[in-house]
C-alpha cells in the first residue's frame, strides 16, 4: 500500500524518530567497514520507518536516510540500478523536506553511481547540478564529496591533471573537517593518478597514506583497493608472485563482503599473472568468470578489459576465431567509451564554468582546450571508423537517431527497473502514449526532412515539459511514450491537457516555415497484478480511441474507452 507523509517538523513519537535517526547513522558507519551488517541495518530502518507506529504517517526523513544509505551499499556491492533507484527516492523525499545538504550528497552519490555505469556525461551533468546546490551551504562537506566525485570522473576518462587538481580541493576540505574516511578515498584515488603518470615516488606516498587510514578505521573496502594499486605496481614491475599475493588479498576480501565489481576487477588482473607465466588457461578461467559477471551485472568496463585480454590470449593459441570475436566486442565497447570520453571534454568546459564561483579557477579552460585539441587529434583514426560504422552503431545505441530521446528499446529497459520499484511498493505510476496528429499531411506540405526536424521539435518540447524524473522515449513513427512515477491518474490528467495546450496554443518556426500541431494522448494508469507490457498497450489502446475521436483529445483507459473532452 501507499502510505501517506507528514513534514520533518511532526513532533509525535520523538523518541522513536531519535532512535531510527540513531540506528540510520550506526547503519552509515558501517558502509566502509561491514557493508553486509550495514544493510541489514538499512532495510530494519526502513521497516521502522513505514510500519508500525510510523504505518499511518510514515517518518519520512528516517525512509530517506535508509534509502540513501543503501543507494552506498548498493553502489560497493555492483548492484548500480538498484542503487541508482534508491538515490532517486531518496533525492525525491529530501526535495519535499527541503533538505539541501542530503540533495546535493544524494546527487553526488547518483553522479558516482553514473560513474560506475561508464555514462561520464550523466555523471558529470549530475554533479554540477549538485554543486549549484553545494555552493550556497553553510559547509564544505558535500562540496567535498562532489570535487572528489568530479575528480574521479576525469580519472577514469583519462584526463589526469584535472583528476588530481579536483581530488586535492576535496582533500583539502576533509582535512579540514577531520574526515578520516574521505580523506582515504582521495588518497587512494590520487595514488591512482600520480601512477598513470608514472611519478611512483609520490604514488607511494599517497598510498602508504591510504593504507594507514584504512587500517586505522577497519575499512576493507578502501583496503581492496590499496592491495589491487599495489598489486599493479609489483607486476609492471616483474614481481608475479609478489603480485599475484596482493591480487589474491583483495579478491578474498571482495568475496568475504560481496563487491562484484571488485571481484572482477582483481580476478582481471590476477589473469596477467598467470598470462605473464604462461599459464593460459588459468588466465582464460579467470577471465571467463570476470566476462560473465561482468555481463550478469553490467559492468561494462570489466567487459571491454576481459574481451582485450582474451583476445591476446586467444591469438597467441592461434585460435583466431575465438581472439577475433572477442578483438570485435572490445572494439564495440572501446568506440563507445571514447566516444563518452571525448564528450566529457567538452562538458568538462561546461563544468569549469559553473564551477567558477566557488573555485575561482578560471585559468583552467585554456588547459582544457589545449587538452581538446590533443585527444581529437589522437582519436582522429577512431572516430573515422566510429564514422564508417554510424549505422551499425545507430542501431546498437540507446538514443534515436532522429529525436535524441531514448529509444523503443532503451526507454523499454528504464521503464522496466522503474516499474519495478513500483510494483514492490505499489506506489502510483502512469504511461502516456503521444501522437502527433495528422503528421502524413505534415509530411506531404513539408516534406520528409523537415517532418524529420518537427519530431525532433516534437521531443524537444516534451524533453522540456516533463520532469527530470519522468521517462520518455520514442515509440516508433510519430509515436511517443512517457512512464510518469509517483503520478496517479488523477494527477496525470491536467498534466495531459496542459501538453494539449503547449502545442495548440503557438504556431512553432521550424527553418523559416510555420507550422501548426496538435497531439492526442492515451494513458493508463498501474494496478495490482498488471505487466508493464500490458499497461503500455492499455495506453495504446486509449490513444488510438484518442485519434479517432479527433484531433487534440485524451482518452483514459477503462472498460468503455470514454474519451474526455478538453478541458
Known amino acids: 500500500m501507499t502510505f ?9 513519537m520523538p523518541e522513536l524518530k531519535n532512535e531510527i535517526d540513531a540506528l540510520n547513522e550506526k547503519s552509515w558507519n558501517l558502509e566502509s567497514i561491514n557493508p553486509q551488517s550495514g544493510m541489514r541495518l538499512s532495510k530494519e530502518t526502513y521497516k521502522l520507518s513505514t510500519s508500525g507506529s510510523f504505518q499511518v504517517n510514515v517518518y519520512k526523513k528516517g525512509m530517506a536516510d535508509s534509502l540513501f ?23 525525491s523525499i529530501y526535495t519535499d523536506l527541503k533538505e539541501s545538504t542530503r540533495q546535493a550528497q544524494s546527487m553526488c552519490v547518483m553522479g558516482a553511481i553514473y560513474l560506475s555505469l561508464n555514462e561520464y556525461n550523466k555523471a558529470m551533468g549530475t554533479l554540477v547540478k549538485a554543486m549549484e546546490i553545494a555552493r550556497h551551504l553553510n559547509h564544505e562537506l558535500p562540496l567535498g564529496e562532489i570535487l572528489l566525485t568530479m575528480g574521479m570522473v576525469f580519472l577514469y576518462a583519462g584526463d589526469t591533471s584535472r583528476a588530481i587538481l579536483e581530488i586535492k580541493r576535496s582533500l583539502q576540505i576533509f582535512q579540514q573537517t577531520n574526515q578520516l574516511k574521505l580523506s582515504a578515498y582521495a588518497f587512494c584515488n ?47 614491475s616483474g614481481n608475479l608472485e609478489k603480485a599475484q599475493e596482493l591480487f589474491q588479498q583483495s579478491l578474498k576480501l571482495a568475496d568475504t563482503h560481496g563487491y562484484k565489481a571488485d571481484q572482477v576487477s582483481s580476478s582481471l588482473w590476477m589473469s596477467d599473472v598467470f598470462f ?6 588459468e588466465a582464460i578461467a579467470l577471465l ?35 581472439a577475433y570475436e572477442h578483438l570485435k566486442a572490445y572494439i564495440d565497447l572501446e568506440l563507445k567509451f571514447t566516444s563518452e570520453k571525448n564528450d566529457l571534454k567538452y562538458q568538462s568546459l561546461e ?8 573555485q575561482q579557477e578560471a585559468r583552467i579552460l585554456q588547459n582544457q582546450y589545449d587538452q581538446l585539441e590533443k585527444e581529437i ?5 577512431a572516430e573515422e571508423a566510429l564514422k564508417q560504422s554510424e549505422d551499425k552503431f545507430r542501431r546498437l545505441a540507446n538514443l534515436d537517431p532522429v529525436t535524441g530521446l531514448n529509444n523503443r528499446r532503451y526507454f523499454y529497459s528504464l521503464a522496466l527497473s522503474e516499474f519495478k520499484r513500483i510494483s514492490r511498493y505499489f506506489h502510483p505510476l502512469t504511461v502516456m502514449m503521444i501522437n502527433v496528429d495528422n503528421f502524413i499531411k505534415i509530411n506531404d506540405q513539408f516534406g520528409h526532412l523537415l517532418g524529420d526536424q518537427i519530431l525532433k521539435m516534437v521531443g524537444r518540447q516534451l524533453e522540456t515539459f516533463l520532469r527530470e524524473v519522468d521517462i520518455l522515449g520514442r515509440y516508433g513513427g510519430v509515436e511517443f511514450v512517457v512512464l510518469m512515477p509517483e503520478t496517479t491518474l488523477d494527477q496525470s490528467v491536467p ?17 523559416d516555415e510555420t507550422v501548426q500541431l496538435t497531439i492526442s494522448i492515451g494513458i493508463a494508469s498501474f494496478e495490482a497484478n498488471i505487466s508493464l507490457d500490458r499497461l503500455i498497450e492499455r495506453a495504446d489502446r486509449a490513444l488510438q480511441v484518442a485519434k479517432n475521436a479527433g484531433p487534440n483529445r485524451i482518452s483514459i483507459w477503462e472498460d468503455s474507452m470514454d474519451v474526455l473532452p478538453i478541458k
Open 4 to 12: 501517506p507523509v507528514v513534514s520533518s517538523d511532526d513532533q509525535s
Open 69 to 91: 544509505n543503501q543507494a552506498h551499499f548498493n553502489l560497493s556491492f555492483g548492484d548500480y540500478q538498484l542503487a541508482l533507484s534508491q538515490s532517486l527516492e531518496a533525492l
Open 190 to 236: 590520487l595514488a591512482a593518478a600520480y601512477k598513470s603518470e608514472n611519478e611512483i615516488d609520490i604514488f607511494r606516498q599517497y598510498l602508504e597514506r591510504c593504507e594507514k587510514v584504512a587500517v586505522q578505521i577497519g575499512s576493507d573496502l578502501i583496503m581492496i583497493d590499496v592491495l589491487r594499486q599495489k598489486g599493479q605496481f609489483e607486476l609492471q
Open 276 to 281: 605473464k607465466w604462461g599459464k593460459l588457461d
Open 288 to 322: 571467463v568468470e570476470a566476462l560473465n559477471k561482468s555481463r550478469k551485472n553490467r559492468f561494462t568496463e570489466g567487459s571491454l578489459h576481459a574481451h582485450q585480454k582474451l583476445a591476446l590470449i586467444y591469438e597467441q593459441q592461434k585460435e583466431y576465431q575465438q
Open 351 to 358: 563544468t569549469i564554468y559553473h564551477a567558477h564561483s566557488v
Open 377 to 381: 587529434s589522437d582519436r582522429r583514426f
Open 495 to 511: 498534466v495531459a491537457n496542459r501538453l494539449l495546450s503547449l502545442f495548440s496554443d503557438k504556431s512553432f518556426e521550424i527553418r
